[in-house]
């Protein structure tokens, strides 16, 4: 297994990416913090599937623009199953809002889930993998990122702040043997999904070049082979897994 033993922590992982992620690293042995913000029952139940795999597994809440309360949970985690060794950052919020009706308050919001809350999470765990000298990290970004995003101002400014802050920590953290890499999926069937109007959903599948959606086990293959050794020689990279949807409207 490819993470026997291991610890990890899964932000947002009560449901969507963050929960197949999460059952594809116990799946190979991991031990998992399921952390969310809200969703408490999900996120409990998906620690019973953990445990019926035989790992160890505790749900933990934290907002992740709340610094404080992030701290609070990576110390949680670490006095409960141990020091966090795998770290996916995937919470996110696309809160998209036509730019007509884009406020800064809003700005501000989605800027500090999607980015800053990135980055406090990373923070805080960082000084563990420093001391142990081993850590994998891997952020979720989007292919929102790299497109023309006018209803999603915010969120494709912070994606694009999470594969920067994924190059820049990459040469950071390589020198204490941690390995940071991002993630940018395209269109992926989750709640999240849900939050665009039917229309732009079909759009979305019919101007993918595979022709549909993905799938969120797709993306969690994708995580668990940047948190692997199978990708021993990569850092700083942004994998695009988006069914050939890039750059396309
Ligand atoms: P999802 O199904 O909507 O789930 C979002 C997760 O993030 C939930 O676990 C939610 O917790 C958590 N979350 C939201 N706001 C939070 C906050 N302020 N603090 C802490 N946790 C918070 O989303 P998804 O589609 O799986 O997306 C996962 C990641 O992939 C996100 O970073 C997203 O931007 C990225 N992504 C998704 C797509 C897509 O098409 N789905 C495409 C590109 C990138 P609760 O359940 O407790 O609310």
């Known amino acids: 297994m490819k993470f026997e033993g291991r610890i990890a922590l899964v932000t947002g992982a009560s449901r ?3 929960k197949s992620t999460a059952l594809k690293l116990a799946s190979e042995g991991a031990n998992v913090a399921v952390h969310y913000a809200k969703s408490a029952d ?76 990135s980055f406090n999470v990373l923070w805080a765990v960082k000084p563990g993998m420093i001391a142990r000298r081993f850590g994998r990290i891997v952020n979720v970004a989007s292919i929102a990122a790299l497109a023309v995003r006018p209803d999603q101002m915010p969120y494709a400014a912070a994606k694009a ?51 549909r959606l993905g799938e969120p086990e797709e993306m969690a293959n994708v995580i668990a082979f940047l948190l692997s050794e199978e990708s021993s020689y990569m850092t700083g990279a942004t994998v695009i897994a988006s069914g050939g949807r890039i750059l396309m409207p």
């Not at 795999?53 to 985690?77: K, Y």
């Not at 920590?169 to 939050?195: Q, S, W």
């Open 42 to 117: 999900k996120a409990k139940a998906v620690c019973e599937q953990l445990r019926a795999l035989g790992r160890n597994a505790i749900s933990v809440q934290a907002d992740v623009a709340d610094r404080d309360a992030v701290n609070r949970m990576v110390t949680q985690v670490t006095g409960e199953l141990g020091p966090i060794e795998l770290l996916v950052n995937n919470a996110g919020d696309v809160g998209s809002v036509p730019f007509s009706e884009l406020t800064p308050e809003h700005w501000d919001r989605i800027i500090a889930v999607n980015l800053t809350g």
């Open 16 to 18: 969507g990416i963050g």
């Open 161 to 211: 702040g999470v594969i920067s802050l994924t190059k820049s920590c990459c040469g950071a953290l390589a020198p204490h043997n941690i390995r940071v890499n991002a993630v940018a999926p395209g269109a992926i069937a989750t709640d999240m999904l849900g939050e665009v109007t039917p229309a732009f959903a079909e759009h979305l599948r019919s101007t993918t070049p595979l022709g």
